[in-house]
T-cell receptor, first 112, second 110 residues
């Protein structure tokens, strides 16, 4: 199942704390993405990055931040400004030619 | 703005019965449509894309631009088809973004 990894699988935080979710890929893909998956809501795009040192806001970027310092890595920080951070977070990557997205196993974040 | 609609949250069918998972989209240009599937305890993965016109695991989907639909079909459902299915749209050349529908959970009854 290699290729794209997310860690940790489960994450627990107290309200008011920032937390960073890891996403790494060894597929040499140019683009990377972060989605949030909630029951009955499908996948909603948080941020995406087409190349290193560049990223774009998705539909629900408020309360989140990202960086793309290396092609292989695209960490997501859930800040204390995110009003409803408890969710399942999915990372994906895609090559430039097909745009087919490959997904990681996800991180379930619980904030109490 | 583009939108993908999957009208059924849950679809239950008996094993051996035909399956049709509905997907409608709104987009003014020429979209690229996909079906992704998420089996229990597995990653979300691509099932098929309309431009390849192939059949995967017995599933097919035809893009109907007149009806703006991309329904997923299989003539005979199998128990292993039980999963969450998502329809997704890419808005065109150069676009990296996918817009997903809310998903349909398919349950195949033995």
């Amino acid at each position: 199942d290699g290729g794209i990894t997310q860690s940790p699988k489960y994450l627990f935080r107290k309200e008011g704390q920032n937390v960073t979710l890891s996403c790494e890929q060894n597929l040499n893909h140019d683009a990377m993405y972060w989605y949030r998956q909630d029951p009955g809501q499908g996948l909603r795009l948080i941020y995406y990055s087409q190349i290193v040192n560049d990223f774009q806001k998705g539909d629900i970027a408020e309360g989140y931040s990202v960086s793309r310092e290396k092609k292989e890595s695209f960490p997501l920080t859930v800040t204390s400004a995110q009003k409803n951070p408890t969710a399942f977070y999915l990372c994906a990557s895609s090559p430039r030619d097909t745009y087919e997205q490959y997904f990681g196993p996800g991180t379930r974040l619980t904030v109490t | 703005a583009q939108r993908v609609t999957q009208p059924e949250k849950l679809l239950s069918v008996f094993k051996g019965a035909p399956v049709e998972l509905k997907c409608n989209y709104s987009y003014s240009g020429s979209p690229e449509l996909f079906w992704y599937v998420q089996y229990s305890r597995q990653r979300l993965q691509l099932l098929l894309r309309h431009i390849s016109r192939e059949s995967i695991k017995g599933f097919t989907a035809d893009l109907n631009k007149g009806e703006t639909s991309f329904h997923l079909k299989k003539p005979f459902a199998q128990e292993e088809d039980s999963a969450m299915y998502y329809c997704a749209l890419r808005s065109g050349a150069g676009s990296y973004q996918l817009t997903f529908g809310k998903g349909t959970k398919l349950s195949v009854i033995p």
